[in-house]
């Protein structure tokens, strides 16, 4: 008994040793259990980004400040500038090479696409001496049509692609380093677009296309616009896509309504009223921000759009404005800082396997060949595809004129084989392109000039690219000329032509008698040359250019009274038939007040028939400018003799002096001969930059020796010193001046528009 005793005691102990095991075991696996529990997950941060054009560098400082807080980003959303910085860091740049790269831009240049005159083709230097207001019009479906916007947006799109060029030119956005959604306005009924596949660089600059600044783009047959009229600060999209915290970058905070611009013009007007519609759909997107989401405002009110190159001060602006939101980006550092690594990701890129060019396709052209547009990019063929080599030769495209968007994808077709495919759109009033010129000047005691003109073109009458020219010129100077054009092979061209030019000179005593009879005016004669020519041209790539051919001339002089002077010929008609060549290098960076660079032109002419006549032209002028101090010496020699039957008596063509640095202590015609030299230097101070538009400002001098005079008199150097104000201006030059010379000249001259030459 006692041994069962004994036995059921032991079973007990056992059986309670058992459960407080079992319990101690269940206990542990609990607690193990708890502590293995991965610890709540993070909310997702999605990031987006206001449009504001430079204001938008202030998004860096909230892209930096995530990145040394070791905050992922789900998501970029961004509209317009915000597009831009967001997009770029999506496809790995950066904060600092966004700062370095887009900061560092000059507006007028890539924002604005205002053209530096080398980047031009020769012929198109040349028609600016005659045309030099900078807008162009054309005819369309029975109406006037201008340009889509103040800017192409052509150089800022050949940018984004040369900035994204590692990105596939097709591609899914959820695949970047960072999934990112570009904004846009659909064109045809106003309505928002997500942009999450496709062309990276035409996602971004169709976000930015701010109406009547920025031309639209066309994307997959739509035209899109700037994503700020339906959604500058795009939080219904982040929100739309799932956003757990939302990190907004607003840059319209603050704008005091009190000093807004009153109505004075319509420009003010539509301005203002875009103002408008862009802070109401800021004002009902940040009305959707919830409690957990982060608002920064920089306080950017006085930034301009294209301020920039003022990037840093704007970044840092940035910075300050985190400091309000400081508490709350630290519970998102808090909230992360407990989750495991991200795994890393790579920069997306093409197959780095060598691609070259073996086939150029053109797309989008309507009137333009694309043998034309397969010849300009032809040094592509067979190499070895570069991105910074594809950037130059679509924008040699761009500066031919014809186009407003030049942009290219690459086809493989095999192996290491691709095709270039290069996306053209024409100019919306193409194929008829219309530029108008006027010009005004005066002097004291002298002549004072007027004229308006207009001047049509017609390029691609044929595939060949056979264009016609006509311009038409009424005032003081009046002319009409129609040219035709057209390109043979490489570097060589023909042209022909005829030209009907009068211009309305002075006779002045001290031309005719070689004395200092100051300013007296014997008479007033009307000067008209008629003229047929064809010419063989070569150029040489933008730089210079080489012109042989023949002419056939009529010159022809009445006066607007009666005179007897024997020193003139009683010949009123010169015909002749001659052969002329010309050769010109032109390297300067600005057609009348040029800070570097320099200029090379030489012609001569010789009849061979008709009246014995004899003409050249050299003309040089060399530019350098150290900061603001611009220094530009000229020289020019020129004769033009007509060997006549009545003596000693002087032809009806003739060389002339005077006006603003062309001896400008002389009324213009005061010297006047068959025979010319003039020596000239001029010192400039610019006094502004003349903002976005680069209508810069200058004050300067001119000191001046020279003379024009006949054949059979002497000539005497003769001096003047002109001081000066001016603006070189989109419509041409615009000066005031007062000279002093020898022999007690002096002058007072103002000049407005088209510069007169003779």
């Known amino acids: 008994m006692n041994t069962f005793k004994n036995i059921c005691a032991a079973c007990a102990s056992l059986f309670q040793a058992l459960v407080v095991l079992a319990l101690g075991l269940t206990g542990g696996w609990s607690q193990a259990q708890t502590l293995a529990s991965p610890p709540p997950a993070a909310p997702s941060v999605v990031v987006v980004l206001a449009g504001g054009g430079a204001k938008g560098f202030a998004h860096l400082a909230v892209l930096r400040q995530l990145e040394r807080d070791r905050i992922p980003i789900a998501r970029i959303v961004g509209t317009s500038m915000g597009a831009v910085i967001g997009g770029l860091y999506a496809s790995g740049m950066s904060t600092d090479e966004i700062e370095r790269t887009v900061g560092g831009l000059d507006p007028s240049k890539v924002a604005l696409d205002q053209l530096n005159r080398l980047e031009l083709p020769s012929r198109t230097r040349a028609y600016q ?36 060029a590692h990105v596939p030119p097709s591609v899914h956005f959820n695949d970047l380093k960072i999934p990112f959604r570009a904004v846009a306005t659909r064109y045809r009924d106003g309505e928002l677009k997500v942009f999450d596949q496709g062309a990276l660089h035409l996602a971004i600059r169709a976000s930015m296309a701010a109406p009547a600044v920025f031309a639209p783009v066309e994307v997959e047959g739509e035209t899109y616009v700037d994503g700020g009229l339906v959604a500058n ?48 759909n800021e004002k009902r997107n940040l009305a959707l921000l919830r409690p957990q989401d982060v608002l920064v405002q920089p306080s950017v009110q006085d930034i301009g759009f294209a301020d920039f190159n003022r990037a840093p001060e704007i970044v840092a602006r940035g910075q300050q404005a985190l400091a309000p939101v400081a508490t709350q980006l630290a519970a998102l550092r808090k909230a992360w800082a407990v989750q495991p690594a991200p795994p890393s990701t790579t920069r997306l890129s093409f197959d780095q396997r060598e691609k070259r060019i073996v086939a150029i396709e053109a797309q989008g052209h309507r009137d333009v060949s694309e043998r034309y547009i397969q010849t300009m990019l032809s040094p592509m063929l067979d190499q070895e595809f570069s991105a910074q080599q594809a950037e130059r030769y679509m924008d040699e495209l761009y500066t031919s004129g014809y186009f407003d968007l030049v942009s290219y994808s690459l086809a493989q077709l095999q192996g290491e084989r691709y095709k270039l495919i290069v996306t053209v759109r024409e100019k919306p009033y193409s194929p008829h392109f219309f530029k108008t010129t006027l010009g005004f000047s005066t002097e004291l005691d002298g002549i004072t000039q007027f004229a308006v003109g207009v001047g049509y073109r017609r390029p691609w009458l044929t595939s060949s690219g056979l264009e016609f020219s006509l311009d038409a010129r009424l005032g003081t100077q009046s002319e009409v000329a129609a040219r035709f054009y057209q390109p043979l092979s490489q ?46 041209v070569y150029d040489f790539e933008r730089k210079a250019n080489i012109k042989m051919g023949i002419t056939s001339s009529a010159i022809r002089r009445s006066f607007d009274t009666t005179t007897d002077l024997a020193e003139l010929s009683n010949t009123d008609l010169v015909k002749y038939n001659g052969v002329k060549a010309q050769f010109q290098i032109d390297q300067l960076d600005s057609l009348s007040f040029p800070t570097r660079g320099y200029f090379l032109g030489a012609s001569l002419e010789q009849g061979v028939s008709g009246a014995i006549y004899s003409g050249g032209r050299l003309s040089a002028k060399w530019a350098h400018s150290v900061g603001p101090h611009i220094v530009n010496v000229g020289l020019n020699l020129a004769q033009d003799r007509v060997t006549l039957d009545c003596g000693n008596c002087r032809s009806p063509s003739q060389l002339i002096l005077g006006g603003f640095q062309n001896m400008g202590a002389y009324r213009m015609g005061q010297l006047a001969g068959d025979q010319l030299a003039h020596l000239q230097t001029t010192y400039m101070y610019r006094l502004t930059h003349g903002g976005l538009f680069n209508q810069k400002t200058y004050v300067g001098t001119v000191l001046e020796a020279g003379d024009a005079w006949y054949k059979g008199d002497a000539m005497r150097w003769r001096y003047s010193g002109t001081v000066f104000v001016s603006v070189d201006s989109k419509i041409g030059d615009i000066y005031l001046g007062a000279a002093r010379g020898s022999g007690d000249a002096y002058n007072l001259f103002v000049q407005l528009g088209r510069r007169f030459s003779f």
């Open 233 to 280: 600060l795009p939080i219904e999209v982040a929100l739309r896509e799932g956003a757990d915290v939302i990190v907004a970058s607003f840059l319209g905070g603050g704008v005091d309504e009190d000093k807004t611009a009153q109505p004075s013009h319509a420009l003010v007007v539509a301005n203002r009223m875009l103002d408008i519609l862009i802070r109401q």
């Open 129 to 164: 001496q005659k045309y030099p207001v900078e807008l162009e019009f054309g005819i369309k479906d029975g109406g006037v049509s201008f340009a889509r916007g103040v800017s192409d947006g052509q150089r800022f799109l050949a940018l984004l692609q040369a900035l994204t």
């Open 491 to 536: 570097g060589w061209s023909l042209e022909a032509g005829a030209s009907w030019d009068r211009n309305y000179l002075p006779l002045y005593r001290s031309a005719i008698f070689r004395d200092e009879a100051g300013n007296q005016k014997l008479a007033y004669f009307n000067q008209t040359v008629q003229s047929l020519d064809a010419q063989l």
